[in-house]
Each structure stands twice: as structure tokens, then as C-alpha cells.
């Protein structure tokens, strides 16, 4: 009886290894297609690149080589983006020589027209609050929301007795406050009180569509 043959696995399906500095990376031969250079390396035409365990070594920074490999295998732009510092140029630098090395041109072009500068929206809405009730309120978790205090100098009445509950309230003196006071003038404590509030909302949005592959890729 003769036994049924197994299917034949294309060897452009088939993961190869790659070292990439002291990180290992499995990655199918089709997603190195996508590198001129990659793909020659990987190609059963020049298997004696390959090391004695079978991997190929890249001599690359692994971690700026884990942003070619992501977009050689989804097509997403790296975004290297921080709220508080901004966008990493010094790493859009690096990515952009080793994405040239590689012969990724896409990624070079979509580098060197600083299409990630378009990548985050940042919106800044001002609003004056008179109270406290005004100053509460939801907001998104990725708002940095900043109070700035206006104030102002108010006169509060001072009981001549020293009683606080009289303290703003001259209604609230008698017969024995008048005494006190005798002849002398009303005396009033000057302070400062918090007038309105100045609330400034700001809002990092990324813009999927520039760097998910989505968006025109820059080339020329």
C-alpha cells in the first residue's frame, strides 16, 4: 500500500535564525523579502553564510534592528515618542542608516521626510474655572492637565473681642463688640483668595493612519 506523500512546505515559508548581536531572531524567508540584502543573505543560493548551528549572523544593534524587523513583518513605522521628552531623533537617525544598510527604502524614505512628526497632534484647550466644582472633572487618562490660580485681596471684618465666629461678619458683633471698640474705627484684615482658575488641558494624539503603513508612504 503506498503511503500518502506529506505536503511540501515552500522554503520561503520555512524560519530561519538570525543573530543579531547577542538576540536571536526566528523570521520566515518571506518577510526578509521585503531587504535586498536580508533575503540574498537568507537564500538557499548562499547557504554558507549560515553559521554551524544553522543561523546566519547580522552584524546590527539588536534593539534598533527590532524596528526593521517589525516593519519588514506588519508594515508599521517606528514611533519613538515620549509625552514628557518628545519625539527620539537620535534614534530615528539610527534606524534610518541601518534601514538604508538593509535596503528597507520605504522605511529610509518614510525617515528622511520626518514623516513621524506628523505621527502625534497635540491639542491645548484653555477653559476659566470661577469654583471649585468647576475645577473637578473627567478627563482621558492621557491628558496632562495643568491649574494655573488667579488671586485677589479681599477685606474681612475683625471682631474687636477676637471672636473668630464675628471674623468677616460685622453683623454678628453686639452690644459688648461695640464697647470693645469704643471709639475706634472698624478694623479689617486684608488677605488673598483664590479669584478664578486657569485650566490648560493638553492631548498627545497618535495618528494611526501615519505610521500603521496606512498613510501615503512618502516615496517619491
Known amino acids: 500500500m503506498e503511503s500518502a506523500e506529506e505536503p511540501h512546505t515552500p522554503a520561503s515559508s520555512v524560519p530561519v535564525i538570525l543573530e543579531v548581536g ?14 535586498p540584502m536580508l533575503a540574498a543573505k537568507v537564500s538557499e543560493r548562499w ?27 506588519h508594515g508599521v513605522y517606528p514611533l519613538c515618542y515620549d509625552k514628557a ?5 537620535a534614534t530615528y537617525a539610527l534606524i534610518q542608516k541601518q534601514a538604508d544598510y538593509f535596503g528597507v527604502q520605504k522605511l529610509v524614505t518614510w525617515l528622511r521626510k ?4 506628523q505621527a502625534i497632534t497635540i491639542t491645548v484647550t484653555a477653559r476659566i474655572a470661577e469654583d471649585v466644582d468647576e475645577i473637578e472633572g473627567r478627563n482621558i487618562s492621557n491628558d496632562k492637565i ?3 490660580p488667579t488671586w485677589k485681596t479681599v477685606r474681612n471684618y475683625v471682631c474687636p473681642r477676637g471672636l473668630s465666629k464675628h471674623y468677616g461678619n460685622p453683623k454678628a ?16 484684615d486684608d488677605c488673598s483668595v483664590p479669584s478664578s482658575t486657569l ?4 492631548r498627545h494624539v497618535a495618528n494611526k493612519h501615519v505610521w500603521m503603513g496606512n498613510e501615503d508612504d512618502g516615496e517619491d
Open 85 to 89: 521628552k518628545g519625539h527620539d531623533f
Open 47 to 73: 547557504s554558507s553564510d549560515s553559521q554551524n548551528d544553522g543561523s546566519y549572523f547580522v552584524d546590527a544593534d539588536p534593539e534598533i534592528f527590532k524596528h526593521i524587523l517589525r516593519f519588514l513583518r
Open 146 to 148: 495643568s491649574h494655573y
Open 199 to 202: 485650566i490648560l488641558i493638553e
Open 22 to 35: 547577542e538576540q536571536r531572531f526566528k523570521v520566515s524567508r518571506d518577510t526578509l523579502s521585503g531587504s
Open 173 to 188: 458683633c453686639g452690644f459688648q463688640c461695640r464697647k470693645a471698640r469704643g471709639d475706634a474705627e472698624d478694623e479689617y
Open 114 to 117: 520626518e514623516l513621524y512628526l
